[in-house]
């Protein structure tokens, strides 16, 4: 028996290390590996949130839940059994037992839509964050920026506000009370005052807006607060299903369009086929990326793992969802509606690049289609996308 028990710890402890190991794996193409346990990789604050809900929230309680459930029916077979208890006793109702059955799950499920209910708003509704970046000149402690909200939307709370330090070495974070304070709260104009001003040349970033997403304290008491202001969309684009395949559009750059399908087998790696496209989606990093979805045909759904996004994509009827890129890669999500006999041809690809690499690629895009370039006239621009990008 004891060698029995030492086998079931040592294969508990050895399970769980291998769990640990599989959630810690260095997954540099964002896609499923062999022996993956739990999600994709996160590549987005709302993914993390996601996680979050699943890993902190949705486990513990399984976890219990069934616990519990095993306890009671291990309770029951040997307490209960016809050796056991040879004389049943014969009463049908519990008013009290009732009431906690019926109560208890009530409760656990407010709790899990507590969670659920916010994710499912923030999955859905476009965010409206506004960043303002100001240069710090040495002397000045404040700076105003215009509360410019509808009224359901205005900074009202100090977590409403996020105020960074932009330097060489990267941004940091700074903090509510210790590092400034904030007036006006709530009104048309709102004051961060730094306690001591900040050095000549700093990039000041304050971000402001009601769209906060990212994995909070759990219960606001355990673990760290890791949300952020996500900012309003910089760009659409439109993604269209049809049997077997995606097309898609960038209104904001000139409305050209292009299909992308599945590379055939031996176009491409056994790891990525079924997940490689001719022409990937380019979208830049770190910019909130507006999806609006239809279909042509039947009913197809926009997925992408990496980000926790999944939409149905609707013939004659317009959806949308948004997702911001926190790292550049390329990230594969397959359709997800059951759409026909190809349904499993015809992943979906998404290139997440930097700034400058992103506007190239829509002039080429925009010289396929006959246009002129948008941003190849301008390459000073460039350089204040890169500057852009280093300061935050
Ligand atoms: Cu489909």
Redesign the pocket.
């Known amino acids: 028996m004891k060698r029995l028990l030492g086998g079931l710890a040592g294969g508990l402890a050895g399970g769980a290390a291998a769990f640990g190991a599989a959630l810690a794996q260095e997954n540099s193409w964002n896609g499923p590996v062999d022996g993956d346990i739990g999600m994709l990789p996160a590549a987005s604050k709302l993914a993390e949130e996601v996680h979050f809900f699943h890993n902190g929230v949705l486990m513990p309680i399984i976890t219990v839940i069934s616990i519990f459930v095993l306890a009671l029916l291990l309770w029951v077979v040997f307490r209960y059994n016809v050796k056991a208890n040879p004389e049943a006793r014969k009463f049908s109702h519990s008013t009290v037992l009732e009431v906690i059955w019926t109560g208890v799950p009530i409760i656990i499920l407010l709790g899990i839509a507590f969670y659920s209910f916010d994710l499912l708003y923030k999955e859905d509704v476009i965010p409206d964050g506004k960043q303002i970046v100001a240069k710090a000149d040495g002397a000045t402690t404040d700076f105003t920026f215009a509360n410019d909200f509808p009224p359901s939307r205005t900074a009202a709370a100090p977590k409403h506000v996020q105020v960074f330090k932009g330097t060489a070495a990267g941004a940091e974070g700074l903090v509510h009370g210790r590092d400034y304070t904030l007036a006006g709260l709530g009104s048309a104009t709102v004051a961060v005052k730094f306690k001591a001003a900040p050095a000549a040349g700093e990039s000041i970033v304050i971000r402001v807006g009601r769209s906060l997403v990212g994995p909070t304290k759990f219960l606001g008491l355990f673990g760290k607060d890791n949300t952020e202001i996500a900012l309003a969309p910089t760009m659409t684009i439109k993604a269209i299903?049809y049997?077997?395949g995606w097309s898609y559009a960038y209104p904001d750059f000139g409305d050209f369009e292009f299909a992308s399908n599945m590379l055939p087998e031996d176009k491409t790696t056994p790891e990525l086929y079924r997940f490689e496209v001719d022409n990937r989606v380019v979208v830049p990093v770190g910019e909130t990326i507006r999806v609006v979805t239809t279909a042509r045909d039947?009913i197809?759904?926009f997925a992408l793992p990496n980000m926790a996004i999944k939409i149905d994509a609707v013939p004659g009827r317009l959806n949308e969802t948004w997702f911001k890129a926190d790292r550049e890669g390329v990230y594969y999500g397959q359709?997800s509606?059951i759409?026909?006999v190809r349904?499993s041809a015809?992943p979906i690809a998404v290139e997440v690049v930097s700034r400058p690499k992103f506007e190239a690629w829509v002039d080429s895009q925009r010289a396929l289609a006959g246009l002129e370039p948008m941003f190849g006239a301008a390459p000073e621009k460039f350089a204040a996308a890169a500057a852009d990008t280093a300061a935050q």
């Open positions: 299903g049997q077997w039947v197809h759904a359709c509606e759409c026909g349904h015809m």
